[in-house]
């Protein structure tokens, strides 16, 4: 996988909801080790090993002195510990696999993995009418996109649609624009309805990848140089655009 490619998965519901658990049964296993080798006087591998076999802590008190009773009650908690964490444990991955997570944390892992393949796409910041419409032209034309969304029911819509990659997160952090494969992309194209939003993406474009073409959307005029200066390579007024295609239609 590319350098720049995402690496999102702490932040996902899925492995957030899978990590408490899994951090408990690690606590408990490292509270074991740690407390059968004070209270037992034994090594790492010995004290891990009573945590698989805890028969093996009567065989251990046979031939060494020491607090036995006080051992085999540490041990009982301990192992009640490791069963309530690996309860909680299955119980979070069969919630998640008859919820659909897994299903769909699979899907965006795929995502992922098709945008970090990419070269000399599109990337397109803002899933709304005028970013589809530039979606959808692009995909006429047999051109790769990546759309970034903020909006979750967006960033789901863009993913539904066809040959459309997405990545849901704000495409004013650099860090998004990498995440979207930026580096190795052709052009960008700012099309959220704001204007100050665009032009914020557009600084973060050119500092990151300044050889890609930035196209940027304002929706007034005197915007046009701010964006220019932030280093759009062309600017798009969609009102101004559709006047001069009514004109042109009469």
Not at 29 to 54: E, R, S
Not at 74 to 101: D, K, N, P
Not at 178 to 203: F, L
Not at 211 to 220: A, D, K, Q, W
Request: proline letters at 2%; one cysteine or more; hydrophobic letters at 45%.
């Amino acid at each position: 996988m590319s350098s720049d490619s995402l690496d999102t998965s702490a932040g996902r519901p899925l492995v957030r909801r899978a990590a408490r658990p899994l951090t408990a049964f690690a606590g408990v296993v490292v509270a074991g080790v740690a407390g059968f080798t004070l209270l037992g006087g034994v090594g790492v591998v010995d004290a891990l090993f009573w945590l698989v076999d805890p028969t093996s802590i009567e065989l251990h008190f046979r031939e060494h002195a020491g607090p036995e009773r006080l051992v085999k009650m540490y041990a009982v908690l301990v192992l009640s510990g490791l069963v309530l964490a690996g309860l909680w444990t299955g119980e979070t991955a069969l919630a998640a696999a008859f919820g659909g997570q897994i299903t769909e944390e699979l899907e965006r892992m795929q995502n992922d993995r098709a945008i970090a393949d990419l070269d000399d796409h599109v990337v397109i910041c803002g899933y709304g009418m005028f970013g589809r419409t530039v979606a959808d032209s692009l995909r006429s034309a047999d051109r790769d996109v990546v759309v970034v969304e903020t909006d979750e029911t967006q960033y789901e819509r863009a993913l539904d649609s066809e040959d459309v990659l997405a990545v849901n997160a704000d495409a004013r952090r650099e860090q998004t624009l990498v995440d979207a494969g930026i580096r190795r992309a052709d052009t960008v194209v700012a099309a959220i309805d704001d204007s100050n939003v665009n032009i914020q993406i557009s600084i973060a474009a050119s500092q990151l990848a300044p050889e890609v073409t930035l196209v940027v959307r304002v929706g007034e005029e005197m915007y046009e140089s701010l964006a220019r200066r932030a280093g759009a390579d062309e600017v798009v007024i969609p009102e101004v655009v559709s006047g001069r295609q009514v004109i042109e239609s009469l």
